[in-house]
Each structure stands twice: as C-alpha cells, then as structure tokens.
C-alpha cells in the first residue's frame, strides 16, 4: 500500500514570498490533516480536512495560510505571504480508521 | 501548560539498555498514540492504544486510563532506535495534541 505522499521535500524562500505544498493521503482515507512541526516542538495541528470538507481550523493563521481539498483527495496547503517564523517541517496525515499515517514532510526554510 | 507532558526530553543510553519514555496528559481521551521521528525522516506510528498495553517486538506500550499516563519501554536498545519518540492524545472533543517528544540516542 503506498504511504502518504507530499512534495516538495525541501523549500527555501525569502520572507514575503508565497508557497503551496501538496499531499496525496493514502487512496480511501476520508480524513487529511496539515501539521506544522517548528524544531525541538511537537506537531501542531493546523487544518483536519473530513473528505472535501473542514472539520477543525482553529489554529490555522488565516490571513496568511490558507487549504483546499477540492476533490476530497489531493489537498494544498499555501502560506502568503511567508514569515520568518513559518520556517518548520510540514506534515500532511491521513487516517480512515483513527490511526494517522504521516507523510515524510515538507521542509521549509524562510530567509 | 501543555495538555501533553513527555519526559526525559533528551535520553542518551548504551546499545543494550532498557529504556523507558513517559507520557502524562491532562484531558480526557479516546486513544493515545507513541509516534516515531527519524531524523529528516518522517513520522511513523508505534502504537495506539485505549487501555492495557501492547507489545511490537522490543516495544511495549503502557497506558493507566485513570492516571492519565503511558509508559514507552525500549528493551535491548538498540543504535537504530535512535530517534524522537513522541506522544499523542486523541482528546474526547477536538483533534490530536502532540507532545515535544522525547530525542533518544543509543550508543553502540
């Protein structure tokens, strides 16, 4: 079975740029969710997606993240304009079943 | 605080040891989770669990619903188990809380 897939793996941009990462779940899982993962912390939840529609986003920063899950299968996660602060690992997760299986990430860098 | 308490933060142990991982949390949940963290790697899930314990090879997972605490125990520690453990909550009403995670390091 393949695994939750997200591209691109790494990402340098300079501070006020814009920048989408992409993730494909596992195929059937219903449930997609974004993490974001700053150095030395643990996973901070950021957006849970059930199939096309938002179930939680209250941690998500809305006026400069944004996510679609148009289809109810691939998702974006875009941030614009980007922050130094916004330097973290990116995790996109699916689950059908209660256990979430992780991406390998996205790592971006904000100079 | 956080709703998720791991300790030690950092563990440094020698290829053979018994290791031990501690989870306290705070709220009340459904399951809780032992993820596995390489470095530059992804994220893979170890157990999830209700009640009880599990095992999985030299992993054992321990949960007491009552005192809202998980053990991770790593028995014959091995270099390749060198990694950020971290502890997840799957709390009754909202999403998942995450731990720091624990940086273990097994030196051969």
């Known amino acids: 079975e393949a695994g939750v897939a997200q591209s691109p793996r790494y990402k340098i941009i300079e501070k006020r740029q814009s920048v989408a990462f992409w993730c494909n779940p596992i195929?059937?899982?219903?449930?997609l969710y974004w993490y974001q993962q700053i150095l030395g912390q643990g996973p901070k939840l950021l957006i849970q997606f059930q199939n096309n529609g938002v179930v939680d986003d209250s941690q998500l920063p809305k006026d400069r993240f944004s996510a679609e899950r148009l289809k109810g299968v691939d998702s974006t996660l875009k941030i614009q304009p980007a922050k130094l602060e916004d330097s973290a690992v990116y995790l996109c997760?699916?689950?059908?079943?209660?256990?979430?299986?992780f991406g390998p990430g996205t790592r971006l860098l904000v100079l | 605080k956080n709703e998720v308490e791991q300790s030690p933060q950092n563990l440094t142990a020698q290829e053979g040891e018994f290791i031990t991982i501690n989870c306290s949390y705070s709220v009340g949940i459904s399951a809780l989770h032992w993820l596995q963290q390489h470095p530059g790697g992804g994220i893979v899930s170890l157990f999830m669990?209700?009640?009880g314990k599990k095992k999985h090879g030299r992993l054992i997972a321990t949960i007491n619903i009552q005192e809202k605490h998980s053990s991770l125990h790593i028995t014959a520690s091995h270099p390749r188990d060198s990694a950020v453990y971290i502890c997840a909550v799957s709390p009754i009403n909202y999403d998942m809380r995450f731990g720091a995670g624990t940086r273990l390091t097994v030196k051969p």
């Open positions: 997760a699916s689950s059908s079943t209660g256990t979430q299986y």
């Open positions: 195929s059937g899982h219903a449930t």
């Open positions: 669990l209700s009640s």
